[in-house]
């Protein structure tokens, strides 16, 4: 599939569709065919070019998509009022994810790159996140005035300001008073969970610096929440300094470095880009998206909104970065939110996670139940001796039941495979990494890493829980020599139940009949299974009677994984072409035109 200027705008949902009548009429149900593991989203096209004005060049033309401004007060009033009202008479199901391909996961795209779902990273990849080694900061190390401050901060909760370092830039923000730490240490670590899991993100860290390094530009302005602009001088500076937490002489902030390209503002989480040729799945129709919501659930990251996202425009001659060629790059930004962030008033604080601003149904149940019956908020509490961490907490995390701060377009169309897919991701993520992640927060204070390791490791093992014994969390499926067939029990691998809760079965599926296969169970979660070959002699690879699908349930998870492969002989061995993921445990073999 390709996606260029010269091409129809095609999609995976019409490979799928596709995909399907090709599979129909006695055909087997995934072709002989390697499955799609990257979309071409991020092949260069061309957009029309327009007059579009700028201060230094009034007869400009870009060549470029058109920003979206996207006002927080809009997205909020549309997804909790207007979105829910039109939709109530509508007949709309969330059905499967657009963008799942024939293993049941989701192709590399300008949205997601599958990282550690593909490959475990070393413990320096896992650390550096989006971070390129040359925009590692070390403030303490850095020369005086070297750190150009060309910007004030424009808007936002947390004060802040932009620097120059050579031809890199930064935007420096402080912590909250209420919260030291905490805002900082969650942009660090939740911008490298969400790049680790496969998400576009900045590149963010916390440095430590004497005031000396800066150098400010004189003439600045700055424009505050209220859309007053202020002079953004020494004085200025000094008042955000003096906001910022402290070691000693040096200065804590957290740099997020700016994204590349021609930013586009936020993407939105439904519907579609018309000025991008390659943006034709539905948002609220990609599984990353949908998925995205676990993620959050998981942090707590309740803050993930349209506002939190970037599109950049990547153009071919990085020199003119509102040219064409050049194609859309999906990000996520911000989890400075995450981990326990409270708001002015504890009555919101104790909701945030647990209920919408606006939440009708929690509004109709109460005035149903004239308020009798105690709710999680009401039930929440701050851990003594770690308010920095707000309600932040393990002990009444429930996955199904977390929401963010109001409806996401993509989160409420999450499915259950939708959900699993995600918790497969996450449950890769052990011990030992989220305590290597808790260290990017640089907390003054030992125990509150240890405290964020515990609340992250426990708050996961709810979410394995719930999400890896439902649909089969048997993944990895590959074929290994001629006959030998093996994959990994993500659930086993966690230890997320007793070694003996798991048993194995697995039953191959033919033509000509089945029969069951041994499995052996072997260390961090590995089972493997020898499939003897059983195809006629001479007949095309095709055929009917070399299509296998091999039944595999681990004893835990209520239903199995189903592998389909095509049975090339002993001399090219099997070949995996599909993966299944079923809600029965009821097996009909003439679903697949054996």
């Not at 550096?128 to 190390?141: F, K």
Request: glycine letters at 8%; a negative charge; charged letters at 25%.
């Amino acid at each position: 599939m390709a996606f260029d200027e010269h091409l129809p705008r095609l999609s995976l949902v019409s490979l799928a569709f596709v995909t399907l009548v090709a599979c129909g009429g006695g055909s087997p149900r995934f072709p002989l065919r390697a499955p799609m593991v990257a979309d071409t989203d991020e092949r260069p096209v061309h957009v029309e070019c327009e007059k579009r004005p700028t201060d230094d060049e009034p007869e400009h033309v870009a060549c470029a998509p058109e920003p979206y401004v996207s006002p927080l007060v809009w997205d909020a009033v549309d997804n909790s009022v207007f979105r829910p009202l039109a939709r109530v008479f509508a007949v709309d199901p969330a059905g499967r994810a657009a963008n799942v391909n024939a293993l049941d996961e989701v192709p590399d795209s300008a949205w997601f790159t599958n990282r550690l779902g593909a490959r475990k990273p070393t413990r320096d990849e896992l650390l550096r996140g989006a971070c390129e080694p040359s925009a590692l900061l070390d403030g303490e190390q850095a020369a005086p005035g070297s750190w150009v401050i060309d910007k004030g901060k424009p808007n936002g909760a947390t004060p802040g300001f932009r620097i120059r370092i050579g031809k890199q830039k930064f935007m420096l923000k402080t912590d909250q008073k209420a919260q030291p730490e905490r805002p900082s240490a969650a942009s660090a670590i939740g911008a490298a969970l969400y790049h680790a899991v496969g998400f576009n993100t900045s590149c963010e860290q916390i440095v430590y610096f004497h005031p000396s390094v800066l150098s400010l530009k004189p003439g600045l302005t700055a424009t505050d929440n209220s859309g007053v602009e202020k002079a953004f001088d020494d004085a200025a500076l000094g008042a955000v300094l003096a906001q910022a937490t402290k070691r000693g002489a040096l200065v804590r902030m957290q740099a997020s470095a700016w994204l590349p390209g021609y930013l586009l503002g936020p993407f939105r989480y439904e519907g579609t880009r018309d000025d991008d040729p390659h943006d034709v799945i539905p948002h609220e129709d990609r599984r990353e998206l949908r998925g995205a919501r676990l993620l959050a659930a998981w942090i707590n990251h309740f803050d993930a909104r349209e506002q939190n996202t970037m599109d950049s425009w990547i153009a071919k001659n990085p020199e003119t970065n509102d040219s064409s060629p050049g194609f859309i790059r999906h990000y996520y930004l911000d989890t400075s939110d995450s981990f326990g962030s409270e708001w002015d008033w504890d009555g919101i604080s104790r909701r945030l996670g647990r209920s919408y601003l606006l939440d009708f149904g929690d509004i109709g149940y109460d005035f149903i139940t004239f308020g009798t019956t105690k709710r999680p908020w009401e039930r929440a509490e701050r851990t003594k001796g770690f308010e920095e961490f707000g309600y932040y907490h393990y002990r009444d995390f429930d996955p199904d039941a977390w929401k963010n701060e109001y409806p996401n377009p993509a989160f409420s169309r999450a499915t259950e495979h939708d959900n699993a897919w995600m918790a497969r991701i996450l449950s890769r993520f052990d011990r030992a990494d989220l305590e290597a992640l808790v260290t990017l927060g640089k907390f003054s204070r030992p125990d509150h890493g240890r405290f964020l390791t515990e609340a992250l490791e426990q708050r996961l093992r709810r979410i394995v829980d719930r999400h890896l014994f439902r649909l089969s969390p048997v993944a990895d499926v590959r074929v290994e020599g001629s006959s030998r067939i093996c994959a990994t029990d993500l659930a086993r691998r966690r230890g997320a139940r007793a070694e003996t809760a798991f048993r194995y079965t697995a039953t191959a599926y033919r033509k000509s009949g089945s029969h069951v296969v041994r499995v052996e169970a072997g260390p961090g979660g590995t089972l493997c299974m020898t499939v003897p070959h059983a195809a006629p002699a001479g007949a095309p690879d095709v055929h009917a009677s070399r299509y296998v699908v091999i039944a595999i349930a681990n004893g835990a998870a209520a239903y199995p994984l189903l592998a389909h492969f095509y049975d090339l002989g002993a001399s090219r061995g099997y070949r995996l072409v599909g993966l299944e993921r079923p809600e029965t445990a009821d097996i009909e073999p003439a679903a697949w035109e054996l």
